[in-house]
């Protein structure tokens, strides 16, 4: 991930320009992390994604339906909360997308750069 005037965040084996704000002070070259709440993803039905991964696990609650991502160089599983019952398995490659305003960056150490 590099930060900018543009700030393009690496995801999966792809390169996306997002508009996070760059932090107050300058941390050029420093490792940093990008999140974003599971129900603050959304499922893309276009080319302007994210990241895609593919589906490991599905938990269906009725109300909602986790599922839980494996994304390239991604050590974690990504979880993605979606509306309702849906028909996703294990297997499925899915697209992701969030709102921009919704993205956060954090140090390697947790700190979000909006507190920097």
Do not use: W
């Given at each position: 991930m590099s930060t900018g005037n543009n700030t393009i965040v690496s995801l999966?084996?792809?390169?996306?320009?997002?508009p996070i704000p760059p932090p107050k002070k300058s941390l050029s070259g420093t490792q940093c992390h990008f999140g974003e709440r599971p129900e603050d993803m959304?499922?893309?039905h276009s080319e302007d994604f994210l990241f895609e991964g593919d589906v490991h696990f599905v938990e269906?609650?009725?109300e909602v339906t986790n599922l839980y991502l494996h994304v390239k160089d991604v050590d974690d599983a990504v979880v993605v909360k979606v509306g309702g019952v849906q028909n996703y398995a294990k297997g499925d490659r899915v697209s992701i997308t969030a709102p921009p305003e919704?993205?956060?960056l954090f140090t390697e150490k947790g700190r979000s750069f909006l507190h920097i």
């Open positions: 999966g084996g792809r390169d996306t320009m997002v959304r499922i893309a269906r609650f009725g919704k993205m956060r």
